[in-house]
């Protein structure tokens, strides 16, 4: 059984866990505001638009996943509403868990159409 905290040490770490907080979500502010002053104020990935209150429903998301790279011209960044953001992050989480290998361990491609497959020998045709 593992031993009993004393009250000052559960006070100090609630502590450090509502300072980790306040600085996650102040650092998140200056860049959601630094996106917000750089792009339209559109869903890259549905298009709605949000204006007024509703701009609260538009989040900033990583492209890379890495919420420390905040480049100052937000190359790292897109706006996304509420809603393709929680999708954007499942189809990650999804990725991450399927790698998409095959039972005997070779990669699939991602897609077997090439739409140029043959054009040498159709410019070849055209001299």
Request: hydrophobic share 25%; with cysteine.
């Amino acid at each position: 059984m593992a031993p009993k905290k004393t009250r000052t040490e559960a006070n100090r770490l609630d502590e450090s866990i509502d300072e980790v907080r306040r600085e996650r979500e102040r650092r998140a502010k200056t860049y959601r505001e630094r996106a917000l002053r750089i792009f339209p104020w559109i869903c890259a990935r549905c298009g709605r638009e949000f204006t007024g209150k509703g701009l609260r429903e538009l989040t900033v998301h990583h492209k890379d996943h890495n919420h420390d790279n905040n480049p100052p011209d937000g190359n790292n960044w897109e706006l996304l509403c509420l809603y393709c953001h929680d999708n954007e992050h499942s189809r990650y989480l999804d990725a991450q868990w399927c790698d998409g290998s095959t039972p005997s361990g070779t990669q699939e491609p991602l897609s077997t159409y090439r739409p140029f497959a043959d054009l040498a020998a159709l410019l070849k045709n055209k001299k």
